[in-house]
């Protein structure tokens, strides 16, 4: 089947197989239960969407194979619909009721700084993508892994390619109002300001802002020299987007993945207005000189082929998905056990994991896996397969 947009119902009716209130003793073909907090509605739906093609892809691929010791993987999704109560009811269901083995999610920050706590006092194995760096610490939350980088390796490389390659000196910083966009926003601006950056607006928009006019004017008027954003929301992007293309003021925008994400080129009135346009990639999926993906990402989107469409998502967000279901049954498939223990311990022990997305590297003291030599920044409108060419510079 092909994964779109029109088929998240596959997480769903796993979800609603599951519905028990108990949970009987483990048993060699019990299935092995992964969580999945998915924002798949609402203004931060675009990453869910493309981390849930690769969820499904894997569950499915994995199953197909026999599952992991004879025993299927059973995806039990909830969409929290970027809202970080729905997160929590959810979170609570999921180790409370259906006893999950693993969750995997929220993939936004938001909702993660509101579910992590309630995820370590249970000690349920959890990985996420969420770039918060608040949310990972070995002490507080040791069942917690993330498999993206922190926000402070985006940033860095946001900042970098600023400030040394396209050469600015005043920027504009402007997040959406979650929990993450507030916190990335203010993050930003004091690391531009600490590298002798002259930050000359800051603001946080409600991603259902019709209009961007005014916070637009108000950079512009300040002698922003590029829009330096942070949010998930495409429709928010896309409206900036094409508030810059209307006042005719062609400042580069730099920063979030998803200024790359394919739904942006239908939320666009002009294609020209997704010009000039940087957002945070990885090695793992860009082009190099002769329009070539590494190996292993060549490999696994030629295996994505007629089942998965990557159109309108990112390579990375459904290489993500599926790295993070193999890593529960790897888990599973060395230690022979779903026990939080046993599925922590074997995580921590990785030097490295090769996933398709990243090498993952984890210990006892630290959860933070993904390597900061592969964030890079690419051309924002130069998709194919969900990856892009490399920004100018590289």
Known sequence: MLITRRTLALGTAAATSALALGRPALAANEPIRIGWLASLTGASSAPAIGFNRGVMFAADAINAAGGVKGRKIEIITRDTQGDPTKAVNATQELISQLKVDAIWGPTNSGESLATTAVMARSKTPNIHPCVVDSLIDTKK???????????????????????????VKKVA??????????????????????????????????????DMTPDMLRARNAGAEAIILWSVSTGMIARLLNTRGTMGWNVPFVGHPSLSSGEIASLVTAKENWAN???????SCSFDANGKLPPRSAEFV??????????????????????????????????GSTSSEAI????????????????????????????????VMSAANSAKDGSFTLAPGY
């Open 141 to 167: 939350y040791p069942n917690a892994f993330r498999i993206a980088p922190a926000n402070g390796q985006w940033d860095d490389a946001v900042r970098n390619y600023a400030l040394k390659v396209i050469k």
């Open 173 to 210: 910083v402007i997040g959406d109002t979650t929990g993450y966009g507030v916190t990335a926003a203010k993050a930003s601006a004091a690391a531009f300001q600490k590298d002798g950056a002259d930050v000359v607006y800051v603001a946080n928009i409600d991603a259902t802002q019709p």
């Open 277 to 283: 346009v940087y957002a945070i990639g990885y090695k």
């Open 302 to 335: 030629e295996r994505l082929k007629g089942k998965v469409d990557l159109s309108d998502t990112l390579l990375w967000w459904v290489a993500g998905g599926y790295d993070a279901v193999n890593l529960v049954a790897k888990a599973v498939d060395a230690t």
């Open 344 to 375: 922590i311990g074997y995580w921590n022990s990785l030097k490295p994991y090769p996933g398709v997305f990243g090498d993952y590297t984890f210990s006892a003291d630290q959860h933070n896996g993904y390597p900061t030599d592969e964030v």
